[in-house]
């Protein structure tokens, strides 16, 4: 079965520390996504990835940046935490525009917890 | 842009009654729809999607949900729930490359 693994379910940090959060699908996907997930405002998407050391600028990117060194690897870092960046952290990935779409695959999520 | 609108941030229902969850998109072109299901502490899972063909697409649990170009909706339809389908149920259509959410709906099943 095909997966998008997230190392973490749940994390705790403090303000100001420098967080990183993986993920690593085995599907051969170009495309790899970071969204966050609030109550009320849905999946907003951070910064997403067409190509191994290629990164774009979602909607909200202010306060994150990403690396991708590997084609099955993005990570997301908060460079420095903060309590408004308490939230559940989802990673996804997808096929590129070859056909069939098949939509994106998510990994099970990280809630982080900033203190 | 493409913009995707879930009318009800909330939908309670009784097992075994019928249920429709509503999603409204923005679009001039062509489009792929997907209504993703979220279950309690869980990523989430794809339900369904239309890419092209019949308007009229099914999961495996017993949810369909009908294109409609010229409403511009996909609802998503179960005609008697079970208790096992509450959870929080996401619309989504492509942009480009990406798929742009709604904020999602969340599914009440009571006893």
């Known amino acids: 079965d095909v997966k998008v693994t997230q190392s973490s379910r749940y994390l705790v940090k403090r303000t100001g520390e420098k967080v990183f959060l993986e993920c690593v699908q085995d599907?051969?996907?170009?495309?790899m996504f970071w969204y966050r997930q609030d109550p009320g405002l849905g999946l907003r998407l951070i910064y997403f990835?067409?190509?191994?050391?290629?990164?774009e600028k979602g909607d909200i990117p202010e306060g994150y940046s990403v690396s991708r060194e590997k084609k099955e690897r993005f990570s997301l870092i908060l460079e420095s935490a903060s309590t408004n960046q308490t939230s559940m952290y989802l990673c996804?990935?997808?096929?590129?525009?070859?056909?069939?779409?098949?939509?994106?695959?998510f990994g099970s999520g990280t809630r982080l917890t900033v203190v | 842009a493409q913009s995707v609108t879930q009318l009800d941030s909330q939908v309670p229902v009784f097992e075994e009654a019928p249920v429709e969850l509503r999603c409204n998109y923005s679009?001039?072109?062509?489009?792929?729809l997907f209504w993703y299901v979220q279950y309690p502490n869980q990523g989430l899972q794809l339900l369904l999607k239309?890419?092209?063909?019949?308007?009229l697409v099914e999961s495996i649990n017993g949810f369909e949900a009908e294109f409609n170009k010229s409403q511009t909706s996909f609802h998503l339809r179960k005609p008697s729930v079970h208790i096992s389908d509450t959870a929080e149920y996401f619309c989504?259509?492509?942009?480009?490359?990406?798929?742009?959410f709604g904020t999602g709906t969340r599914l009440q099943v009571f006893p």
């Open positions: 239309y890419l092209s063909g019949s308007t």
């Open positions: 599907m051969d996907h170009e495309n």
């Open positions: 679009s001039s072109v062509s489009v792929y």
């Open positions: 989504a259509v492509t942009y480009t490359d990406k798929l742009i």
């Open positions: 996804a990935s997808t096929n590129a525009g070859g056909r069939p779409y098949y939509g994106y695959t």
């Open positions: 990835s067409y190509d191994v050391k290629m990164k």
